[in-house]
Nanobody, 124 residues
Framework: QVQLVESGGGLVQAGASLRLSCAAS????????MAWFRQAPGKEREFVAA????????YYADSVKGRFTISRDNAKMTLYLQMNSLKPEDTAVYYC?????????????????WGQGTQVTVSS
């Protein structure tokens, strides 16, 4: 079992930056592909970014590419999402997720463990 705890969300103005963190517990973090998803009210859960285990290759949704950066620190067992140039349309609950595989995918159904979510609100 993998437990994930997110933090770092908040209320900011458009153009600001936030860094989300996801602290993991478990025995296999360094071998779990990890991802961030988000869900706005009334909308489906949306892929944001992902990072492989082992190779540490990264993947981004077109809507955030160039603004967001996903990273991981295996020694600290923590996943990060650096969000710059935030827009009102980025407002959502952000979830971190872990997969029992080393290669990331873009669909939430392929992830096995989820955090509780952290709210990000961007005002105009």
């Amino acid at each position: 079992q993998v437990q994930l705890v997110e933090s770092g969300g908040g209320l900011v103005q458009a153009g600001a930056s936030l860094r989300l963190s996801c602290a993991a517990s478990g025995r296999t973090f360094s071998r779990n592909a990890m991802a961030w998803f988000r869900q706005a009210p009334g909308k489906e859960r949306e892929f944001v970014a992902a990072i492989n285990a082992i190779t540490i290759w990264t993947y981004y949704a077109d809507s955030v590419k160039g603004r967001f950066t996903i990273s991981r620190d295996n020694a600290k067992m923590t996943l990060y999402l650096q969000m710059n140039s935030l827009k009102p349309e980025d407002t959502a609950v952000y979830y971190c997720a872990a997969r029992t595989a080393t290669v990331a995918v873009r669909t939430p159904e392929e992830y096995d463990y989820w955090g509780q979510g952290t709210q990000v609100t961007v005002s105009s």
